[in-house]
């Protein structure tokens, strides 16, 4: 008897993006409207599994997580082991319109965690038509305080950047997939983690450009009450500063709600998605 | 006031962290002393290879610990709950700015903190035990 499967499907697809062609790794499931998962940083696609996987998101929506540059299956670019790896708002948020592009995604709902729920105010800013919607989760103006040396230290085992971000996962998810979490940080390459919050603590600043995103594409903000990276205060903070916003808070869950609890998280994100449909 | 942190308290937490693995590997390279300040009260736990061999009730002017976790004695409460409240639930939680405004109730990390980002599982494996006690 042939074992059961999940129905998640993985592919490579070579995106250009300035000058460069990177080798990207994403997995889907689903038809309909296009929905773009963003991943947290340091980790990849698979915080998304579960989503993926669901046959009620698939009915709808066809759902698609991709891995960055230099995250899970996206190799880094040649040279890498040269640079210091650093994300910047214009690369994030270039790259995942060109990761949208390359696969000729037509008006896509983008939802992005954490640096990916921050950049979708790069994205409603810089392409206010292109987006169906953005949902950020754990996402807000401005999150400070998380570019740290220390996740990229010779005496420390990198599964730092794991037990770094395990207290940001509320105690009421389940164990094992809060472990899950934590293996998916644990399994980070070098400097990526640290290089990503770059982008979340030091180049994402939008406490004054914020006043210029045109609320053309709607944004839903939800953020879980244990996240102490981006606090539930601060997502609501920042979605009353941008016209068609709204906000929602997700009791009992943290930081990583679509892998830390995907069934308490799905009670918080389908009347979203039945929004935008 | 007198908080629950007393001597007899740490021995049974002590307890607690010596009957089982704190983790099946890594526990057994955790090596250091760790100072724990419930307010006013402090004790240093001399760790050795993941067990707690020797307890130091307060300060003295031979006293040597590596790093210090001190809080006052409602965040203790709070953090100790079953299921702790939010931005209770985790030493960099107890410590955040953002969520501690003042330092009423923050928590303070201080000495070596790269023993602690070294053996940052086993601490918070350790901690989460003081819910057993």
């Keep these: ?277 | 006031m007198a908080s629950k942190y007393d001597v007899a308290w740490v021995a049974k937490w002590q307890g607690v962290i010596n009957a089982q693995a704190i983790t099946p590997v890594i526990g057994k390279k955790f090596t250091c002393k760790m100072l724990v300040g419930f307010g006013d009260q402090e004790f240093v736990l001399d760790i050795r290879e993941g067990r707690v061999v020797n307890v130091e009730q307060g300060l003295t002017a031979e006293s040597v610990f590596d790093f210090a976790l001190r809080a006052p004695v409602s965040t203790w409460d709070q953090f100790t709950q079953d299921p702790p409240p939010p931005y209770f639930n985790d030493i960099w939680a107890m410590r955040s700015p953002l969520c501690h405004p003042t330092k009423e109730e923050r928590m303070v990390v201080e000495g070596d903190t790269i023993v602690v980002w070294q053996h940052n599982r086993s601490i918070d494996r350790i901690l989460d035990m003081t819910r057993k006690v």
């Design chain 1, 1 to 277: 008897m042939a074992a059961r499967q999940d129905p998640n499907v993985g592919h490579y697809v070579y995106v250009p993006f300035e000058g460069r062609e990177y080798r990207i790794y994403y997995e889907e499931n689903g038809s309909g409207i296009p929905l773009v998962c963003l991943h947290t940083a340091g980790t990849d696609g698979r915080e998304y599994r579960h989503q993926i996987a669901d046959a009620e998101i698939a009915k709808k929506f066809r759902v698609i997580a991709f891995d960055l540059p230099s995250h899970g299956k996206s190799n880094p670019p040649a040279g890498w082991d040269k640079e210091e790896y650093i994300l910047t708002s214009a690369f994030y948020a270039g790259f995942t319109k060109a990761f949208c592009e390359a696969l000729d995604l037509q008006k896509p709902v983008v939802m992005g965690s954490s640096m990916g729920g921050n950049v979708c105010l790069d994205l409603a800013y810089l392409y206010p038509t292109t987006f169906r919607a953005l949902i950020a989760i754990e996402g807000c103006d401005y999150s400070p305080g998380w570019f740290l040396d220390i996740l990229q230290d010779p005496r420390i085992h990198s599964e730092v950047c794991a037990n770094s971000v395990f207290g940001l996962m509320a105690p009421q998810s389940p164990w094992d997939y809060r472990m899950e979490t934590w293996w998916y940080y644990a399994q980070g390459g070098p400097g990526i983690f640290r290089g990503d919050l770059y982008y979340y603590s030091i180049d994402h600043d939008f406490r004054e450009k914020i006043k210029k995103i045109d609320g053309k594409t709607p944004i839903y903000f939800i953020t879980g009450e244990y996240d102490f990276a981006c606090t539930a205060a601060m997502s609501e903070a920042t979605a009353k500063k941008i016209p068609n916003a709204e906000f929602t808070l997700m009791e009992g869950i943290g930081h990583f709600p679509m892998s830390e609890n995907p069934v308490n998280f799905k009670s918080y994100l389908m009347p979203v998605l039945n929004k935008i449909s």
